[in-house]
């Protein structure tokens, strides 16, 4: 009989390594955060330090030291200065004496003026006192009680005047006179209110010693700028003229007020 063949034992088929199961990690729990209680420290009140004065030692008292004496700055000599050539001084023009008894004649233009305002004309510009002075005004607008007053030249409020006439030429006349001519040379007999007087001097103030010279004639009405006078309103007013003081008494400086 033939020899049998043996019989191959099965191969084996090889065992898988078992595959390792994944260990988790076992969850952890939050730590929780630990509540700090504050610890209070004991508030210390500062202590202030008691100072005790320590007397200072007797030291003597330094003496002050002197300033140095400054050595003087010697000045630059300066140069002489030449003398200027004096210009030749010229004489003095004399001015022109007035002569007191020329007459200012009006010219044609000042007599149309005239006839359209107010105007008032004196005949010089310088008078010895006692000189007759003639006053002409032409005022178309006239009223029966105006005036004409004979004032110093810096009067500017209008109160009793040195003397005054109507321009009328009465104090009982009721009829306007436009244009007409007044002489002072007498002091009229309605002149007794205020310091009138005639003639009419310079007058000195007392106050200042200033003499005055100086006058106007001015041209007024009776009532006073608010219907209530003196003041009185004055409309026009003459050109300035000058009164000279002689050697008679009642020429001589006057001690009224220069107004």
Not at 75 to 102: F, G, I, K, R, V
Not at 113 to 130: D, M
Not at 139 to 166: N, V
Not at 203 to 214: H, L, Q, V
């Amino acid at each position: 009989a033939p020899t049998p063949l043996p019989t191959p034992s099965p191969t084996p088929e090889p065992t898988p390594a078992p595959i390792p199961l994944l260990t988790l990690d076992p969850t952890l729990e939050p730590t929780p955060n630990p509540i700090l209680t504050p610890i209070l420290s004991p508030i210390l009140s500062p202590t202030e330090p008691i100072l005790t004065p320590v007397p200072s030692p007797n030291l003597p008292t330094p003496s002050p030291t002197p300033d140095p004496t400054p050595v003087p700055t010697p000045s630059p000599t300066p140069e002489p200065t030449p003398a200027p050539t004096p210009l030749p001084t010229p004489d003095p023009t004399p001015e022109p004496t007035p002569n007191p008894t020329e007459l200012l004649i009006p010219s044609l233009a000042t007599r149309t003026e005239s006839l359209i305002s107010p105007c008032l004309q004196v005949h010089k510009t310088t008078y010895n006192c006692g000189d007759p002075i003639t006053v002409t005004y032409n005022f178309e607008d006239a009223y029966s009680d105006d005036w004409i007053g004979i004032y110093a030249c810096d009067t500017d409020i209008y109160r009793h005047s040195k003397i005054w006439q109507w321009t009328c030429g009465s104090s009982t006349c009721n009829i306007p006179v436009a244009t007409a001519s007044v002489v002072f040379d007498n002091l009229p007999s309605y002149n007794h209110a205020g310091p009138h007087t005639w003639p009419v001097a310079p007058t000195m103030n007392e106050r200042t010693g200033n003499i005055n010279r100086c006058f106007k004639a001015v041209y007024l009405r009776n009532d006073g700028p608010e219907g209530v006078s003196p003041p009185y309103t004055a409309v026009c007013e003459s050109h300035i003229f000058n009164i000279l003081e002689n050697d008679t008494a009642s020429c001589s400086l006057s001690d009224f007020s220069s107004n």
